[in-house]
DNA sequence: CAGGTCATCCTAAGCGCTTGCTTAGCACCT
DNA sequence: AGGTGCTAAGCAAGCGCTTAGGATGACCTG
């Protein structure tokens, strides 16, 4: 049929993210995908590799949306407020492969884990350096900025522990709530 | 020896919190306790029946610090200060635990779940509920109460995914540091 | 106080099953 | 004629858990 690599990478997202990637068998992702247990070898080197895959992906794909909604604003009000608001909507709406980015870390070889950290530290520096610039501008008060930084990613990040599609939430709706309370954790008092 | 049931639990706390349920073998835990594989079904079920007694008494310290905390205090803003500082040092101190408690839901049989997940509910109303009293009495300006209230407990599980004992931050700073971002998500603006 | 009884707590051994992964080979397209 | 993408079959290892029985100490009995 169509691109085989692209459902069985399809089929790992799923199955990685309902048991986790120790709970899921080669076989579990191969019959989802509509194919012998053997077909994954043929695309990745391992059961490792094909998570390593999706993770590395899933995590180009949030920095990607967290610096785009940085650089279409220039004070840091209007920025901070755009890269919350993206990067949870992000979260709520591939709440799957962001599950796998969160929370199958552990399972990485040293090797890859390191390369998915170098992302996930970007993604930390963004935020940082928009809450600096906005208190040296006075727009911010915040103590503890690398602290603050932290918290408000953890509102995202937290989401797709419990997150799930057709719930009473929309991802808009998160958004606009996360993203309006980092304003107000830095906003000053 | 000493309580043999104890070291078992133990045991089980730093293999689970480690390497997961599913990636921590029944063999692991027994040789962490110095015991043999057949001394955990002597206390024990099963492996899901060792992380069910783990993760509902440490579900009934989180609720417990929880209460008290609220208990100590009348008026809302000291209320929701105390809570959120007490549960978040708590999840620091007894990160291990609180690494069962919020991740390994899913390998509970659904008869645990669902008694775990009240204890869960018990949580999140008693912060809905100072929220709620405190926008009754005008201290807070709260538009979505109970997603504000799921935010404050984000930070304080969150916590668990990356803390580790020993480093920058200390218990007690990241339960000030916390306790007060969710002052100023609650604070009129 | 000596000897027998019994419950408690643990271990050695291993059973039946599933796991990640490999091998050999087949079908198809160019 | 050869490369590509897949499968059927199965291997070695490791899994959760069971079974049968040994060691220990408390407690009766004569």
Redesign the pocket.
């Known amino acids: 049929m169509d691109d085989?690599?692209g459902r069985l990478a399809a089929a790992a997202v799923e199955a990685f993210a309902d048991n986790g990637f120790h709970a899921?068998?080669?076989?579990d992702i191969?019959s989802r995908a509509?194919?012998?247990?053997?077909?994954l070898?043929?695309?990745h080197r391992?059961?490792?590799g094909l998570l390593f895959a999706l993770s590395r992906d899933g995590h180009l794909a949030a920095l990607d949306v967290v610096t785009e909604a940085a650089a279409r604003h220039d004070d840091p009000t209007a920025r901070l407020q755009a890269m919350i608001h993206d990067f949870t909507q992000w979260h709520a709406e591939h709440s799957k492969t962001a599950r796998i980015v969160q929370y199958e870390l552990a399972a990485l070889t040293p090797d890859h884990l390191a390369e998915v950290a170098r992302h996930r530290r970007a993604i930390e520096r963004t935020v940082r350096e928009v809450l600096e610039e906005g208190v040296a501008r006075g727009e911010f008060e915040v103590a503890d900025v690398p602290g603050t930084a932290l918290a408000m990613l953890s509102l995202a990040v937290d989401l797709v522990r419990w997150y799930e599609p057709g719930g009473s939430r929309s991802p808009q709706q998160l958004a606009d709530l996360y993203a309006g309370l980092a304003l107000r954790m830095a906003r000053p008092l």
Chains 1, 2 share one sequence.
């Open positions: 085989a690599r899921t068998t080669t076989r191969a509509g194919m012998s247990p053997a077909a070898y043929v695309h391992s059961k490792e």
